[in-house]
């Protein structure tokens, strides 16, 4: 087992082909600390909103039209498709960023979060606000960050706080902030919800997504929530929850599967690991440095047993070819395939992950996506009725072409001092976080085109990339 990949794939997207030697360089001392120094840049706000998109949400004219209500039929459906537009392309423009960018920690990170504070929402800019709060507080401090998700315009549109009002509570916030975010499921009442509920009174959000509190909207009564009574507003109920220690366990775990393992979960690591995390007041990086500086960290329980979301399939690939799709939005309708479209989560409670990945008809294709790409194959598309999934698009199932024009020269540069007998199993070592100690030498060889070396290198990584053990992390 490979130490330094293991790592590079449970805290970022995999090893990139044009800087392992880099990496291999490297004492095995100064990892994480290179991992850590790559990602404390400020991630740039991504900014892909159509510009007239813009105008009719921040410009003075037409934001009083809208704010009346006073758009037609034609105009809401122009407005649906710009922003449907935008936001694939926030999509992709997120998909090159987890790719190329050095900041692998922190798009890791963020990618996480992005589950764990799922959110469907049509509006371009209020996803890119959320997704830049997400962005910048991915490694930072868990208690600014859930205040960030929970103050962001995606959020409280998503689970109608807008609506939240004095005398007219609406619980969908409360319950969801105690349920997924903080406590989860069993560790509070009904009860709790409805008082915090009335707590969140009067949250909402402007047209161009900034946060307003509307006090004329907001109850001011006593309420009590987890034992404590008051007349909170919502950052005192948000205080309430960071200051009960099930909310450091809650995440604690959810965090341990995604990076860890997902389903051999020891309760005596946990509550170490969140005890610490209470106590240093929720820093994310402190949890992170105790989780992958452990020594059950590269344990053989807990390497090469994770199966890769889509996501991370899809850019691992990419960083190890190294490749640029010659469709960029095939990269969409292949998340759609696979089960994990950005910013259309399933359901508020994110994607489930483990095992839910694979069925048969998405194995099959995860399998075959290295031929398709260098053979320019079709893909099947056996889409659902759902139109969000498919962003607007409407798309009906069918064939879809997946290409890529592939740079082989780091490929080639990376395995040059190997011996041509050694080659195989040298790029098995490579791209497997699992033992290559039964490698199928014999299957492989018949499969890979030994014609000359070159051929030889690139045939044997795409047929090692179409393996279960490319599957898993």
Same mark, same amino acid.
């Given at each position: 087992?490979?130490?330094?990949?293991?790592?590079?794939?449970?805290?970022?997207?995999?090893?990139?082909?044009?800087?392992?030697?880099?990496?291999?360089?490297?004492?095995?001392?100064?990892?994480?600390?290179?991992?850590?120094?790559?990602?404390?840049?400020?991630?740039?706000?991504?900014?892909?909103?159509?510009?007239?998109?813009?105008?009719?949400?921040?410009?003075?004219?037409?934001?009083?039209?809208?704010?009346?209500?006073?758009?037609?039929?034609?105009?809401?459906?122009?407005?649906?498709?710009?922003?449907?537009?935008?936001?694939?392309?926030?999509?992709?423009?997120?998909?090159?960023?987890?790719?190329?960018?050095?900041?692998?920690?922190?798009?890791?990170?963020?990618?996480?979060?992005?589950?764990?504070?799922?959110?469907?929402?049509?509006?371009?800019?209020?996803?890119?606000?959320?997704?830049?709060?997400?962005?910048?507080?991915?490694?930072?401090?868990?208690?600014?960050?859930?205040?960030?998700?929970?103050?962001?315009?995606?959020?409280?549109?998503?689970?109608?706080?807008?609506?939240?009002?004095?005398?007219?509570?609406?619980?969908?916030?409360?319950?969801?902030?105690?349920?997924?975010?903080?406590?989860?499921?069993?560790?509070?009442?009904?009860?709790?919800?409805?008082?915090?509920?009335?707590?969140?009174?009067?949250?909402?959000?402007?047209?161009?997504?900034?946060?307003?509190?509307?006090?004329?909207?907001?109850?001011?009564?006593?309420?009590?929530?987890?034992?404590?009574?008051?007349?909170?507003?919502?950052?005192? $109920?948000?205080?309430?929850?960071?200051?009960?220690?099930?909310?450091?366990?809650?995440?604690?775990?959810?965090?341990?599967?995604?990076?860890?393992?997902?389903?051999?979960?020891?309760?005596?690591?946990?509550?170490?690991?969140?005890?610490?995390?209470?106590?240093?007041?929720?820093?994310?990086?402190?949890?992170?440095?105790?989780?992958?500086?452990?020594?059950?960290?590269?344990?053989?329980?807990?390497?090469?047993?994770?199966?890769?979301?889509?996501?991370?399939?899809? $850019?691992?690939?990419?960083?190890?070819?190294?490749?640029?799709?010659?469709?960029?939005?095939?990269?969409?309708?292949?998340?759609?395939?696979?089960?994990?479209?950005?910013?259309?989560?399933?359901?508020?409670?994110?994607?489930?992950?483990?095992?839910?990945?694979?069925?048969?008809?998405?194995?099959?294709?995860?399998?075959?996506?290295?031929?398709?790409?260098?053979?320019?194959?079709?893909?099947?598309?056996?889409?659902?009725?759902?139109?969000?999934?498919?962003?607007?698009?409407?798309?009906?199932?069918?064939?879809?072409?997946?290409?890529?024009?592939?740079?082989?020269?780091?490929?080639?540069?990376?395995?040059?001092?190997?011996?041509?007998?050694?080659?195989?199993?040298?790029?098995?070592?490579?791209?497997?976080?699992?033992?290559?100690?039964?490698?199928?030498?014999?299957?492989?060889?018949?499969?890979?085109?030994?014609?000359?070396?070159?051929?030889?290198?690139?045939?044997?990584?795409?047929?090692?990339?179409?393996?279960?053990?490319?599957?898993?992390?």
């Amino acid at each position: 087992m490979n130490k330094l990949q293991h790592l590079l794939w449970r805290v970022g997207f995999g090893p990139r082909t044009k800087s392992w030697e880099q990496w291999s360089a490297l004492p095995e001392s100064s990892w994480w600390s290179k991992l850590k120094d790559d990602s404390i840049p400020e991630p740039v706000y991504f900014d892909v909103a159509d510009s007239a998109l813009k105008g009719l949400f921040m410009g003075v004219g037409e934001l009083g039209k809208m704010e009346r209500g006073d758009l037609d039929k034609d105009e809401k459906k122009e407005i649906r498709e710009k922003s449907r537009d935008d936001l694939r392309s926030l999509n992709l423009h997120w998909i090159e960023e987890m790719t190329h960018s050095k900041s692998q920690l922190r798009e890791k990170m963020a990618l996480f979060w992005h589950g764990h504070f799922a959110s469907r929402n049509f509006n371009i800019l209020y996803q890119q606000q959320m997704l830049h709060v997400i962005r910048t507080q991915a490694l930072g401090n868990f208690g600014d960050l859930l205040r960030g998700v929970s103050k962001s315009a995606a959020m409280l549109a998503f689970l109608n706080n807008q609506q939240n009002k004095k005398q007219h509570p609406n619980e969908n916030f409360a319950r969801e902030v105690m349920e997924l975010f903080t406590l989860g499921r069993g560790n509070y009442t009904e009860n709790d919800v409805k008082e915090a509920a009335r707590a969140f009174t009067g949250w909402g959000f402007r047209l161009n997504g900034d946060f307003v509190f509307r006090k004329m909207q907001h109850d001011d009564g006593s309420k009590t929530v987890l034992g404590k009574t008051g007349k909170f507003d919502g950052d005192e $109920v948000l205080d309430i929850l960071l200051a009960q220690r099930q909310t450091a366990r809650f995440v604690t775990r959810k965090l341990y599967k995604f990076l860890v393992n997902d389903t051999l979960v020891p309760d005596d690591r946990i509550d170490w690991l969140a005890g610490r995390f209470y106590d240093s007041g929720y820093q994310i990086m402190r949890l992170l440095e105790d989780i992958v500086r452990s020594d059950w960290f590269y344990a053989p329980e807990n390497t090469g047993n994770k199966i890769k979301s889509p996501v991370e399939l899809w $850019v691992g690939i990419r960083r190890a070819l190294p490749l640029e799709p010659d469709n960029p939005d095939a990269q969409l309708l292949l998340q759609h395939a696979l089960g994990q479209v950005l910013f259309y989560p399933p359901n508020v409670a994110g994607w489930p992950g483990g095992k839910n990945w694979i069925d048969s008809s998405s194995l099959m294709l995860r399998l075959r996506i290295p031929q398709m790409l260098i053979d320019q194959r079709d893909f099947e598309l056996n889409t659902k009725t759902d139109d969000d999934q498919q962003m607007g698009r409407g798309e009906k199932a069918g064939k879809r072409r997946l290409g890529a024009s592939v740079d082989w020269q780091p490929v080639l540069n990376l395995f040059q001092k190997t011996p041509e007998k050694d080659l195989i199993p040298k790029i098995a070592g490579y791209l497997w976080t699992s033992s290559t100690g039964r490698l199928p030498i014999d299957v492989l060889q018949r499969h890979t085109d030994g014609s000359n070396r070159d051929t030889l290198v690139k045939t044997a990584m795409i047929q090692l990339m179409a393996t279960p053990e490319y599957q898993l992390c």
